[in-house]
Structures are given as C-alpha cells and as structure tokens.
C-alpha cells in the first residue's frame, strides 16, 4: 500500500491548463497501475487516465488528446497534464494506487484536489 497526496487544483479559465501532481509515500515503479479518477457533483467517480508500470497509458474517450498523464519514478511523482480545459472537466481529481504487496492486493487513494474549470 502507499499513501498518496494530489497537489495543483485550482480554477481556470476555460481553454487554460493545469498541472495536477501526486505524491507517493514510496517507491512508484513497482505499482502495478497509477491512475487520476474525477467526480463531479451528482455523477459517480470516473477513470480519467491510468500509467501502468510498464508506463503504458490509457485515457477516457473525453480527454484524449488533452490530457497526458506521466510519472517521475526517481521523485516518486505522478503527474495528470490538463490542457484545453472545459467546464465539463470542472470535479474533484484523485489519485489512484493499484497493486499488489506481499501476496495482497490494495487499492488506495489522495484525499482530492479540487478542479473548476469557470469563465
């Protein structure tokens, strides 16, 4: 298991960026999956983006193309680049640990980072 902690939310300007950061109490290279999930007020918790150990990347239809996700092994950080961003966009970001240690398998998150997206 790992305890994670966004950092980088903040409000926008449609069209604007934003750089979300996480940072793992330990090493990250032997976590299976990292992943940012949003939810947004009255709507279930969605994947945005997830980095598999091997650094192989995956993203929902919705922000591909805008959002990269990436990961700094040796700083022990992830990070969820968001560029063009809309309103739609606008939830509360998590990070997501997925693995396995010790023979178990563990599922942890940040607290959140708060993401609004507004003219």
């Known amino acids: 298991q790992v305890q994670l902690v966004e950092s980088g939310g903040g409000l926008v300007q449609p069209g604007g960026s934003l750089r979300l950061s996480c940072a793992a109490s330990r090493n990250i290279f032997s976590i299976k999956t990292m992943a940012w999930y949003r939810q947004a007020p009255g709507k279930e918790r969605e994947l945005v983006a997830l980095i598999t150990d091997g650094g192989s990347t995956n993203y929902v239809d919705s922000v591909k193309g805008r959002f990269t996700i990436s990961r700094d092994i040796v700083k022990r950080l992830v990070y969820l680049q968001m560029n063009s961003l809309k309103p739609e966009d606008t939830a509360v970001y998590f990070c997501?640990?997925?693995?396995?240690?010790?023979?178990?398998?563990?599922?942890?998150w940040g607290q959140g980072t708060q993401v609004t997206v507004s003219s």
């Open positions: 997501n640990a997925n693995g396995v240690r010790g023979g178990v398998g563990y599922n942890d």
